[in-house]
C-alpha cells in the first residue's frame, strides 16, 4: 500500500466510542479520525441535510472546499472546518476528457477503506466523479498530509446497504438524500488500496 505523507497508522476511532479501525487499514493510515459533533458541527450538518442548504451548497460548497484546501495547503476544507466530517480529495480521470479532475468527498470509513456516495447531496444530476470511476477505477486520494492511489469498486446489493447505513451513521443528510434524488440510481464505491 503506497501511503504518502507524514508518519502513517495512527489509529481512527469511530466517533460513538464503537472501537479503533484496524491498524493495516486505509483509514488508519491516512488518519482519518471520527468524532461526536459539537453543536455547531450538528447545526451545520442539519443545514446540509435540509432541502435549501443542500441545493445552495451543492452549487458552492465544492468551490469553496477547493479555494480553503489551497490556502491552507490542503490541511482541511470548509466542509471538515463546520461539520467535523473527514474530507478527502478525490482526484479521478475524467471520464470523456481524460483529464485528472478532483473533487473534495466525505470519506466514510467502510471495513478499513474509504466509502463515497454519489448522492450529489440529493440533486437531479449524478456527480461526474461517478462516471470518472466507472470508466477508470484507479484514482489518488488525499487527507491532509497523507495521499494514496486506490482502486474504486462499485457496491452492490447488501454491501452497498452496509456502506449507506455506516454514512447514515456518520451523517443523516445520507438517509434524506436518496429521497430526494429517487429518480436516479445513487452508487456507492469502496476506495481501496491498490
Not at 125 to 154: C, H, M, Y
Request: proline share 5%.
Amino acid at each position: 500500500m503506497a501511503i504518502q505523507g507524514e508518519s502513517a497508522g495512527a489509529p481512527g476511532s469511530w466517533g460513538n466510542g464503537a472501537g479503533n479501525f484496524p491498524a493495516m487499514s486505509l483509514v488508519a493510515d491516512l488518519g482519518i479520525e471520527l468524532h461526536q459533533p459539537n453543536t455547531a458541527e450538528k447545526l451545520a450538518r442539519s443545514l446540509g441535510s435540509s432541502r435549501v442548504g443542500a441545493m445552495v451548497f451543492s452549487k458552492t460548497l465544492h468551490h469553496i472546499d477547493r479555494l480553503t484546501g489551497r490556502i491552507g495547503n490542503g490541511s482541511h476544507t470548509m466542509t471538515e472546518v463546520t461539520t467535523g466530517l473527514p474530507t478527502i480529495e478525490l482526484t479521478s480521470t475524467g471520464a470523456k476528457s481524460g483529464q485528472l479532475r478532483t473533487s473534495p468527498l466525505i470519506a466514510i470509513p467502510f471495513d478499513g477503506n474509504v466509502a463515497v456516495v454519489g448522492s450529489g447531496w440529493g440533486t437531479d444530476k449524478t456527480p461526474a466523479w461517478v462516471f470518472n470511476l466507472r470508466a477508470n477505477r484507479q484514482a489518488d486520494i488525499s487527507f491532509p498530509g497523507r495521499s494514496a492511489t486506490v482502486k474504486a469498486r462499485e457496491l452492490v446489493d447488501d454491501e452497498r446497504d452496509l456502506a449507506l447505513a455506516a454514512a447514515i451513521a456518520i451523517h443523516a443528510g445520507y438517509a434524506e438524500y436518496p429521497r430526494r434524488a429517487s429518480h436516479r440510481h445513487i452508487a456507492v464505491f469502496c476506495l481501496e488500496p491498490q
